[in-house]
């Protein structure tokens, strides 16, 4: 971990900087801009656009930039094409457990009754 005052490498269990003094403080705030500007770190910040999808950048300053976007989902208020598609998943799901996944395990039981009873006819 880095001061951010100093930007110094110090270990995580410290509560001051060995060597500027600093207090650390261990838990996650948000930066001003001057300390935005010195610090070596990891920043994330934080957009929105116009159609509701959120944007975060990861500034490390040994990788450069990452950016990953996040698309919001809300089925309250979702259109039907949605509500179909979530639909047609869960039909999808349910008709291979009822197709294809019942009749394989019905298959195998019987399979298995056959083979106890033709052993136990033979040892009985």
Known sequence: MKCINCNQEIDEAVDKCPYCGNEI?????????EEKIKYD????????????????????????????????VNFRTSSWTSRLLIFLIIAGILSFLLFIALPVALVGIGIGVIVWSILSFFKG
């Open 25 to 33: 403080q261990n838990s996650v705030r948000v930066l001003t801009n």
């Open 41 to 72: 770190g990891v920043t994330i910040e934080s957009e929105s656009n116009e159609e509701g999808n959120q944007s975060y950048s990861f500034n490390d300053a040994m990788d450069g930039q990452h950016h990953i976007f996040v698309k919001n």
